[in-house]
């Protein structure tokens, strides 16, 4: 049987190791990290994650949904926080029953580990940043020094891939990237639990859209929430210029006058933590000669704004699962077909995310915004399974995010149609009353 590494025991990684362990493998995992279960939580990124179906589908597969889920708390839609005004809730979904969960990187990540340490075959090398690779032998180099060998090596070493950046090196003109950093960063900031409760309703997703820029929140399983500012990196009202204690302070009581309740230590956190890049990579080939390929966000890292990083990552891990069970686990025929299966539907949700920035942000606010919602839940009610809004599609789904693109638009050419023919018969009556 063949013997597989794998780089990056991140997300993807790890389930791709508990994949691969089942199917017979010898797996290495090789992370460029210290243990996380031994040295704690983690700092510059992303404390907690909405979880939706595609991640939960690749879960239950292996039956690691339950465990993974028991912690997780649903949030059944938007919190939407105006300036001026009440708050007001607006469900994800027609029944306003189903969930995205909120869930904790570090939480995830301890729970795959273990199911791949516990996989047979699976083997951890944790302190082990790849530093060389020479795809036609499957060799690999460690900043230590140390070296192995692999009949398959798989790059799921997150968005800045080291993986990519060797196969770019080895591969010259013959492979293309491109990452497109957005003018934005974020900046995560603790909404303490108070009196031992939660400050805010932990059965949504919270947003305070300010037009150009946005803070969201997330609730976590000890009834704090975890909030992310996404801002301008520079400009006017960006991070680089609010910076002095005095300008958090002005610029929140301006903005965001409730959080500085809510946050009692908003200037220390806003001053310590770090602000995070948001970008989109794109590349290709995936894959090469049949025997390195590329997995997760190392593949196509895209902005986080429909939460779905993660659970297209745990898809591309299904979808390998699949191509090998098609060609009888023939890597040199899987690879391609795992790269043409995935290509497409990846490009599709980096669009998807980056649209849903700009929905988020500013178009939650907007009163036509939510009677367009209304509308879009009545035809799902009148339509059933014919009329099936994005957001459902991409959160509660598994529809490939391809099909879910060109549906929508589909659907929404459809009702422009008929609301177009509406307008014309109406028209056409006023305009015979009037000449009548
Ligand atoms: C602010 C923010 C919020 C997000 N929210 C969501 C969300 O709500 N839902 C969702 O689905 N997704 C979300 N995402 C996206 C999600 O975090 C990623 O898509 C996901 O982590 C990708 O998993 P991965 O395993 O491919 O990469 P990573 O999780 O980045 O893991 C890569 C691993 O590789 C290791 N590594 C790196 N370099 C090397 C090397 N040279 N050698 C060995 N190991 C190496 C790293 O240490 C790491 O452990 C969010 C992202 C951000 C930034
Ligand atoms: N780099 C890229 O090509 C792209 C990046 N992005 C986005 O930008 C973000 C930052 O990118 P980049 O700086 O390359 O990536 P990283 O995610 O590797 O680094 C971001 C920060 O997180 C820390 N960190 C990363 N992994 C761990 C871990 N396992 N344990 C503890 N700390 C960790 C890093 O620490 P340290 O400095 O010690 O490594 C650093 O402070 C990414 O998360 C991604 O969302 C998006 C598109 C492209
Ligand atoms: N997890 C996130 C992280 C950052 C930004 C957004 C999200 C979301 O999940 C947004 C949610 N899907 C929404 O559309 O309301």
Redesign the pocket.
Known sequence: MKHVAV???????SLLACYLGRRGYTVDL????PDPRVTGAERG??IN???SER?IDALRRIGLDEEVLRDALPMRGRMVHPLHGETNFQPYSLSGDRAINSIG?GALNDALLDAAGATPGVTIHFD????ALDPSLGTLGFADGSSAKADIVLG????????RGLLMAYAGEGFSETVSFLDYG?KELTIPARDGEYALDPGALHIWPRGTSMMIALPNPDRSFTG?LFWPSSGSDSFASIGSPAAVERHFRENYPDLLELIPNLVEDYRHNPV?L?GTVKCAPWQMLGRVAL????AH??V?FY???????FEDVVELDRCLDATGDNWAEALPLYEQGRRENSEAIAEMALANFVEMRDKVADPFFKLGKNVEHTLERWLPGKYVSRYELVSFSTTPYAEVRRRVKQQHQVVGAVAGALVALAATALIRRLTR
Do not use: F
């Open positions: 780089v990056g025991a991140g997300l993807c990684g090789y992370e460029r990290r990124r992303s994650l909405a979880l991640g990187r082990h940043p790849l530093t799921a070493d997150g968005a800045g891939s080291a993986t974020y992310t995070g948001l997995i997760g966000d190392a890292a895209i986080p939460g779905q990083g993660a659970n297209a990552s």
